[in-house]
């Protein structure tokens, strides 16, 4: 009887949301050398036409280039996991530090709201319910948000009716 209740509370939807970067590491590694490359090029330029301060102001700008690259990549870092069985609701946010927080909802009571704009599609999604309103997808793109919104949305209502 413990395997029957052990499988009845198996989650039966499981998604894991991540921030999307277009550009991999191979091809950041590709552009800052290009960068570089042009930098160094036109650096040299105008060192030898005796205007050796743009060399320096646009090696600062080659380096503001890396900087918000690694930035960006570090928030990319950013992680939620959602599930959702018979019984519960979970929702764990970890935050690009590595810092976690977990919640927990009884999926008969939770609530899934969504904010749309006509134009733009969704703007917001947020689980609520037991006094808690939780946020989740904020990073995603909108096609994105469409298609777990449509997921997450028929997972709740399938835990509702069961």
Not at 41 to 51: E, P, Q, W
Not at 93 to 116: C, D, L
């Amino acid at each position: 009887m413990s395997d029957t209740n052990a499988s009845a509370d198996a989650p039966f939807f499981q998604a894991l949301l991540t921030p999307h970067r277009s550009l991999g590491r191979r091809g950041f590694a590709i552009l800052m050398g290009a960068l570089l490359f042009g930098w160094l090029v036109t650096g040299v330029i105008f060192l030898s036409r005796g205007a050796w301060p743009v060399f320096g102001f646009f090696g600062l700008d080659v380096l503001l280039v890396y900087v918000c690259f690694r930035l960006n990549y570090r928030a990319a870092r950013a992680r939620e996991e959602v599930s959702v069985s018979r019984t519960s609701l979970d929702i764990k946010k970890t935050e690009p530090s590595g810092r976690s927080q977990a919640h927990h909802f009884n999926p008969i009571w939770a609530k899934f709201s969504v904010a749309r704009h006509d134009e733009i599609g969704i703007m917001g999604m947020a689980v609520e319910g037991q006094g808690q309103r939780v946020p989740i997808g904020g990073f995603l793109n909108p096609d994105d948000r469409e298609s777990f919104a449509k997921a997450f949305g028929n997972a709740l209502a399938t835990a509702k009716a069961r």
